[in-house]
């Protein structure tokens, strides 16, 4: 067991450029979530998935982010015409709904995806 | 939907001082209260957590108490050390361990 991991670590793009970043969460956890922290600030949460269902989306995410996990294991992110404001760390967290016969809520994070938009 | 308050924002002590971190919570189905440390450059990791249905929690040096009735709950430090130096945030989570709502962060900064 690795841990949660995203790539890219790091991503510089234009104004109006399309990104995509990638999250492989822990093999047996069956809820996955995406976040977004920016400087000084908590992860603001993005939407999450149970297996390969997404289960909610922020009411505050533009239409521009849309996120997949086709199969229940890995997923991704994309941010379609990127603006200067998506500038963020892009956080990809796991958890197991059910660990030795009891919920847990833990997340386990990854180190994240930074994205700056030029 | 759920609504995360921490204070303070940033916090300095002497090595072996106490810290504590205070976070107000909005949603009264609210259930479960982790505490992240995140330090520079890092992800955020577990240290500490709460369910509704106990009032404190204790883990060495580190403690959470809830208070359900005011919403609000805090993380203890005792002993503090410069390693503890981070930013910890809050969260709070609906009935279903569903996503968590952190808080805004506190910078703790331990001078030895």
């Known amino acids: 067991d690795t841990g949660v991991s995203q790539n890219p670590r790091h991503k510089i793009t234009k104004r109006g450029q399309n990104v995509t970043f990638r999250c492989d969460p822990i093999?047996?956890?069956?809820?996955l979530y995406w976040y977004r922290q920016t400087l000084g600030q908590g992860p603001e949460f993005l939407t999450y998935f149970q297996n390969e269902a997404q289960l909610e989306k922020s009411r505050l995410l533009s239409d521009r982010f849309s996120a997949e996990r086709p199969k229940g294991s890995f997923s991704t992110l994309e941010i379609q015409r990127t603006e200067q404001g998506d500038s963020a760390m892009y956080l990809c967290a796991s958890s197991s709904l059910f660990k030795a016969g009891r919920n847990t809520g833990e997340l386990f994070f990854g180190e994240g995806s930074r994205l700056t938009v030029l | 939907g759920e609504n995360v308050e921490q204070h303070p924002s940033t916090l300095s002590v002497q090595e072996g001082d106490s810290a504590v971190i205070k976070c107000t919570y909005s949603d009264s189905a609210s259930n479960y209260f982790p505490w992240y440390k995140q330090e520079l450059g890092k992800r955020p990791q577990l240290i500490i957590d709460i369910r509704s249905n106990v009032g404190e929690k204790k883990d060495q040096r580190i403690a959470v108490t809830l208070n359900k009735t005011a919403k609000h709950f805090s993380l203890h430090i005792t002993e503090t050390q410069p390693e503890d130096s981070a930013v910890y945030f809050c969260a709070a989570s609906p009935t279903g361990f569903q996503k968590l709502v952190f808080g805004t962060g506190t910078r703790l900064l331990v001078s030895p």
């Open positions: 093999s047996e956890h069956n809820r």
